[in-house]
């Protein structure tokens, strides 16, 4: 998630680790997004707080960011033309990446080094009848398998400070067709303490140039707009622990932490909106 959460998410995130996963694309599967997305999913305490935050998303969308219907809009008022492929980077549990699809009328593929986050994605996909023009795949951001020029928007929330973003955004400029974008939230990290995860990156609009997308949007975002989530879970504290076990503690330790940060930020939380030039030489 994004600001405190996504900076000690990874202490816990990276405990086990490593599945074997696709011939094509083997893939660092992560124990910790999958601990916490398979006690996300058992956790109707967990989705209560979630609507705090995310309202108004439909209750079929369960951000583990703090992705907004905003963010959301934002998007959609990318021209894309019709029937065209949204990628979605880190896509977790599908819910975002299917309601943009739907607005844009999109086909969407969504990839996530998470089994659990596919596995949930997977069937959200089913029980909203959405599965023809969906696929949800177990894969690393930076080898999507997508054919070259292939798609019309990528987008990602609050993942791409847990991946290495140069091979990423390479990934992304490779397979953005001509005249497409690539628009996602992130944390850069603004603090000269080191930083918690090893990922994340103090700027990304220098590593979107350097791989030919143009910069057409970066705007800072509202450093509390998490902060209904964070008072949402410790209010339900107790539920959490019944609901999730263990991952409840480390959820709660970050609210704690993201609320006594307030006014000392680490992170700049960003939205960005990057295009490759349509007539782009490869
Ligand atoms: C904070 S979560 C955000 C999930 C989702 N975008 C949302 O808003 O709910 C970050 C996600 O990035 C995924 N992730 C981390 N490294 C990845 C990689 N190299 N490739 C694909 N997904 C990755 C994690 O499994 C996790 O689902």
Redesign the pocket.
Known sequence: ??AG??FS?PAFATGGNRGPLRKRNRV?N?DG?DAI?AAIARSPAYRAAARELAHPLPEWVI???S?TATDAYRICAIPIGEDETLV??????GG?ALWIAGLLQASVVG????RA?IASACALAVELGRSERTRFEV????TTGLADESVALAI????LM???AGP?VKEVARILRPGGFFAFTVAEWISDDRAPIPTVERAYAPLLEENGLAVIQEMTLDPDRGLPLYRGLLARETELRAEMGPPAEMLLSQAREHLERAGRRRIRDVFFIARRPKESAR
């Open positions: 998630m994004r959460f996504s998410l660092e992560d997004f997305y951000p583990f960011s992705m979605d980077l880190g896509c977790g549990t975002a990839v996530d080094t998470s986050a894969a690393d951001a930076s990602s929330f609050d993942a847990f991946m290495r990423v």
